[in-house]
């Protein structure tokens, strides 16, 4: 055969691939997927802007892929500690990651699990000096990062702070460095049955691994190695064509280690986005080299990814979306060079780092409202474009001192916190007409649509969303996300309208307790029309028609209660509704509903404030449907 016929026969093997939702056929990340049950959230009843919308949103019928939890990782950095401090923990907890990765960043290429080993050189090069002409570089201290040392977070404490909050998953970041600068006959050799030793002190806890931390760059540990000290003829440079040569040497060592214990084990391998351009010379063939060598071993790949962090809120807002061009560069990068395609993964970004940005550091923007919103633009452009895995950097980062609480957690906290329970299990596209309204959407298998709108300009817009391809119930709850007036970059975070509690930037004491408002869409039109206030986030939960096939009444939720209430039920055809409250002796106190409504699920807001305490009852007549259950008012 040819070689047109090869070509041929790759790019259709890519394209049936990539075919199912936009993703590989081959997605470790969707192994454990789960459909989704939408929870309404306790809302109450608010009223649509009466002006006409200034901006419409479109939901449309594309599906553009089903949703890996493990989008909403996180990262803890070794150089922190024993993350024991209970505040952190508490914290974390809240914010439920469904990953932690570890070691993190650059330690994780001098970083051993069980102790140092005896094969460490003592210094070490820094490639960031490198003189290319001369061929050199100064030299640092080394001594490796021991995981069995105190104060590091060691390797057991990284398993405990899973443990503790409840995170089930991570990922872990193997040595790749020590392939390059161990100092024994055969470094590649045993730095892999090292990581096949990780493999098996895991214990199953762990699926998800990733070869060295951006080998590439002159910053890491093994970027550059002395030669002289070297015993297996290596170059003095990493090369893509190296790494990937290296790399099934780690996966065959790890894979035969999770045989051994009946563990399931995921790796991924290194890319880069853009490295034909980059100044960085190794870059510049890195990909080739991995996908030659590498072949069909991977189980996914890597790319990491630090967005903007200009004074320019505009600019910093819009670089998340770089998400979407770093993923058609790769889909096109594998057709190119025939490589196999594989899910791609951001085991570390950042949002608003300000490092060495001394505007972004006076205007403390990493900290503040804005970088929430980015994180959320982040993180929706991560699922809209089927990434596998998200790992942000950096789990310490969301917290800070302020006030008597030393982990307050900061803007960006209350954000992501509340992201996850507006997401389904399947992405839809959508559209907006208006360059400063992004707009993201998702299904439920139990028939809800969650949206997530952003408004990134200044100017407060009525949006109203085209729903016609959905189907929908009626109601929708809109939870709004606003920033401090005080300053630009505030770092305070109201949620409708809840501000900070004392010694936190937002509404920590009511985090989870904060109502949605209410509204009741139009039976006629369908209509869903809200208020996004400028430099916003909607979070918006819209009912679905669900295939009902018996009338039921449901308990008031809250009960018992102080003062409000919520009345469900659902109706499996059109139906005249009417809701009866009776007191103890069974005496009529009020109507609470008495109107036509359509088939579908249902809420009434009951207010209580004119009542006394005390035990009463509510019943439902529908056509021949009636029942009848008690609620207990408390003061």
Not at 153 to 178: F, K, M, W
Not at 488 to 517: C, M
Not at 603 to 609: E, I, L
């Amino acid at each position: 055969m040819n070689r047109i016929s090869y070509i041929i026969l790759g790019i259709a093997s890519f394209l049936i691939n990539f075919t199912l939702y936009g993703q590989s056929t081959e997605n470790c990340f969707l192994d454990d997927f789960e459909s989704k049950v939408a929870e309404i959230p306790r809302a109450v009843n608010a009223e649509k802007p009466a002006d006409s919308a200034s901006v419409i949103v479109t939901i449309n019928e594309d599906t553009l892929g089903k949703i890996s939890k493990y989008v909403f990782g996180n990262a803890i950095a070794a150089w922190f500690g024993s993350h024991e401090d209970p505040e952190l923990i508490e914290n974390t907890a809240l914010f439920a990651p469904t990953l932690i990765r570890f070691p993190g960043g650059s330690w994780s290429n001098g970083y051993f699990f069980n102790g140092v080993p005896s094969d460490v050189p003592d210094s070490i090069y820094d490639g960031q000096t490198y003189n290319s002409t001369a061929g050199t570089a100064d030299k640092l201290e080394f001594s490796g990062h021991d995981g069995t040392e105190d104060w590091v977070t060691t390797t057991d404490q990284y398993y405990a702070l899973r443990e503790s909050t409840d995170v089930n998953e991570g990922l872990i970041t193997i040595n790749y460095g020590y392939a390059r600068y161990g100092t024994s006959d055969d470094p590649v050799a045993k730095a892999a049955h090292l990581a096949a030793d990780w493999v098996r002190y895991d214990a199953r806890r762990t699926k998800f691994w990733e070869i060295g931390n951006e080998n590439g760059g002159p910053w890491e540990y093994g970027w550059m190695i002395d030669t002289a000290l070297n015993k297996d003829g290596q170059p003095q440079i990493i090369t893509g064509e190296l790494y990937g040569q290296h790399f099934k040497v780690f996966v065959d060592s790890m894979r035969n280690a999770a045989a051994q214990i009946g563990a399931t084990t995921y790796i991924g391998a290194q890319l880069v986005i853009y490295g034909e351009s980059s100044w960085n010379f190794v870059d510049r063939d890195w990909n080739e080299g991995v996908f030659n060598e590498v072949g069909d071993y991977a189980d996914y790949y890597v790319i990491h990814c630090y967005f903007d962090n200009s004074a320019d809120i505009r600019s910093v807002l819009m670089s998340p979306r770089d998400l979407t061009d770093f993923m058609d560069f790769l889909k096109q990068d594998f057709i190119d060079k025939e490589a196999y395609p594989k899910p791609i993964t951001v085991t570390e970004y950042n949002v608003t780092p300000c490092w060495g940005n001394v505007a972004c550091e006076e205007r403390e923007m990493s900290t503040s409202y804005i970088n929430g919103i980015e994180a959320v633009v982040c993180m929706c452009e991560m699922i809209k474009n089927n990434y596998g895995l998200g790992a942000r950097w950096l789990l310490e980062e969301l917290f800070e001192a302020y006030g008597s609480n030393s982990n307050s957690p900061h803007a960006e906290f209350y954000y992501l916190a509340y992201l996850p329970n507006f997401y389904g299990d399947h992405a839809i596209s959508t559209t907006s007409s208006d360059s400063d309204i992004f707009s993201y959407a998702s299904k439920y298998s139990s028939g809800e649509t969650a949206m997530i709108i952003i408004n990134i300009g200044t100017d407060d817009e009525v949006i109203k969303i085209g729903s016609d391809s959905i189907g929908v119930g009626g109601k929708y709850y809109i939870y709004s996300f606003t920033g401090g007036t005080e300053a630009d970059y505030s770092k305070d975070v109201y949620i409708n309208g809840e501000g900070p509690s004392t010694n936190h930037w937002g509404p920590y004491d009511q985090l989870f307790n904060i109502r949605a408002n209410s509204y009741t869409i139009d039976t006629i039109d369908n209509e869903i029309k809200f208020t996004s206030p400028g430099r916003s986030v909607q979070m918006i939960m819209i009912e679905g028609v669900r295939n009902i096939d018996s009338y039921n009444l449901y308990q008031n939720d809250p009960n018992p209660f102080s003062t409000i209430t919520n009345i469900g039920y659902q109706l499996p055809v059109s139906s005249f509704v009417t809701l009866k409250l009776f007191d103890i002796l069974g005496r009529e106190v009020e109507t609470l509903f008495n109107e036509h409504q359509n088939a579908g699920v249902h809420s009434v807001t009951f207010d209580a404030s004119h009542l006394t305490s005390g035990i009463y009852f509510y019943r439902i007549e529908a056509r021949t449907y009636h029942d009848t259950k008690k609620l207990l008012l408390l003061k």
